[in-house]
């Protein structure tokens, strides 16, 4: 079985400029997260979706994050304008009606 | 609101020796708690879950407990070999019961041949 896939791995980018993550969760997974992870630090829940719709994104910030699953599948996490401090990990995860999540390798996000 | 602490941040071992982890969880209105093993560059690997009608639960060398009433729990490792060498998190359901989980900032473990 496949795992959650996230590209692209790495990315630098300069403050100001825009970036775009992209998720592919294990088929048939309807629940999808992304997470925040900044270096020594846990993860932090940005938004959840099932299948297309928003279930959580009380701690995403809505000024310059946005994110969408329109086919409910794929997802795709954007910033504009970064700013340094989204310097971090972008986790995606997903999981079956809500148990176990799987992970997926992150996206590292430098900005300069 | 929830809040999880890990103590140590950072530990540092010889090969061979028992270890644990520690997990503190400010509400212990929780129905399990996860350990979970991250190796740099890399994604999340789930190593146990408990779930809040247990008491322990183990995998191979690895031996987590839960004590919901002190809001503790432990990740026992033993027999520790440097492919042991990564940083374990320990997470707990969000109150809101979507499936959200809320990390402690984690314990990197070095173990040293």
């Known amino acids: 079985e496949a795992g959650v896939a996230q590209s692209p791995r790495y990315k630098i980018i300069e403050k100001r400029q825009s970036v775009a993550f992209w998720c592919n969760p294990i088929s048939g997974h309807a629940t999808l997260y992304w997470y925040q992870q900044i270096l020594g630090q846990g993860p932090k829940l940005l938004i959840q979706?099932?299948?297309?719709?928003?279930?959580?994104d009380s701690q995403l910030p809505k000024d310059r994050f946005s994110a969408e699953r329109l086919k409910g599948v794929d997802s795709t996490l954007k910033i504009q304008p970064a700013k340094l401090e989204d310097s971090a990990v972008y986790l995606c995860?997903?999981?079956?009606?809500?148990?176990?999540?799987?992970f997926g390798p992150g996206t590292r996000l430098t900005v300069t | 609101k929830q809040e999880v602490t890990q103590i140590p941040a950072a530990l540092s071992v010889p090969e061979g020796e028992n270890l644990v982890l520690n997990c503190s969880f400010t509400?212990?209105?929780?129905?399990?708690l996860q350990w979970f093993r991250q190796d740099p560059g890399k994604g999340l690997t789930s190593l146990l879950l408990i779930q809040s009608s247990q008491r322990e639960q183990t995998s191979g060398r690895l031996n987590a407990s839960l004590d919901k009433s002190s809001g503790r729990s432990t990740l026992y490792i033993a027999a520790s070999q440097p492919g042991d060498s990564a940083t374990y998190l320990c997470a707990v359901p969000g109150s809101s019961n979507t499936g959200k989980l809320i990390f402690g900032q984690g314990t990197t473990l070095q173990v040293k041949p």
């Open positions: 509400d212990s209105a929780i129905y399990n």
């Open positions: 995860a997903s999981s079956l009606e809500g148990r176990v999540q799987y």
């Open positions: 979706f099932q299948n297309n719709g928003v279930v959580d």
